[in-house]
């Protein structure tokens, strides 16, 4: 097959690809700028105008600002210990593979990428129960356990192509391990660092399931994941409504990332295959 051929069937799998990607965001922004009387007469035209009374009603009648607070304080405090404990733990291990003890740590940290969330989904609910941690600290603390896997897979890797002769030069230098993390080491990481962070906050921020067993006793718990589920379920049948509220929690995770997903495929590719 010729090269002008392959290059053509290539584009037209990724535009196809790329309408079922963008349709639904279409939708979600089309009839959340819609009246009633808009979508009644015509459910995927434009709309006659920006209307914005859908967002200011979800704002003002759905406690919105809490939900969003309650969201950004998990989900940022969930990150920046990540971005602390799992660039130590990871140079620390990479430094030490040599030793059993490290090795049987890393394969054992490892090893919770095979385990599926259903799986350990009530031991969670129960244990977190008997220490009273149903709550957004204790949701953090799981968040913050459950990244390691992927976290330190993407780290590790990262650093096996960081020359140790950089360590020594430092401990010659009068450095001690921390100071050479510190100074050294982790402002190289950036790349993978920025990978871990972007992956772990697009999670946090759109994840159902752990908020749903650990935040479900008061509305004032809740994250936008939440909020959304309940809102959908109070809101079934005014469409306008429901999706004006989808896309103000899409928004602020879509400017994120869209300031930050050049950083994915190459801190993927350095961590992963490195």
């Not at 709309?47 to 940022?76: D, H």
């Amino acid at each position: 097959m010729k090269k002008g051929t392959l290059r053509f069937l290539r584009y037209v799998v990724l535009s196809v690809g790329s309408l079922f990607i963008m349709f639904p965001m279409y939708l979600t922004i089309v009839i959340a700028m819609k009246t009633q009387a808009e979508s009644t007469a015509s459910f995927f035209s434009l709309p006659s105008g920006f209307y914005l009374g859908n967002f200011r009603q979800v704002i003002q009648k759905a406690n919105f600002g809490t939900y969003l607070q309650n969201s950004v304080s998990i989900t940022a405090i969930s990150v920046l210990l990540m971005l602390l404990l799992i660039p130590m733990l990871s140079y620390a291990i990479s430094r030490n593979m040599n030793k059993t003890y490290y090795k049987a740590l890393y394969f054992l940290i490892l090893s919770g990428i095979f385990v599926p969330f259903q799986a350990v989904m009530l031991p969670i609910y129960r244990h977190m129960s008997n220490l009273q941690l149903l709550d957004q600290t204790g949701l953090i603390l799981m968040y913050v356990t459950l990244s390691f896997a992927q976290g330190m897979f993407l780290c590790v890797g990262f650093l096996k192509n960081v020359p140790i002769e950089l360590d020594q030069a430092s401990k010659i230098d009068g450095c001690g391990v921390w100071q050479t993390f510190v100074r050294i080491v982790y402002p190289m990481m950036l790349p993978i660092v920025a990978t871990v962070l972007i992956l772990n906050s697009l999670w946090i921020w759109n994840d159902f399931q752990l908020p749903l067993i650990m935040l479900n006793r008061h509305p004032d718990f809740w994250t936008l994941p939440l909020f959304i589920y309940n809102f959908k379920s109070e809101y079934s049948f005014d469409y306008n409504l429901a999706f004006a509220g989808f896309f103000l929690t899409m928004l602020p995770i879509l400017v994120l990332y869209g300031f930050t997903q050049r950083y994915i495929i190459g801190g993927l590719a350095e961590g992963a295959l490195k």
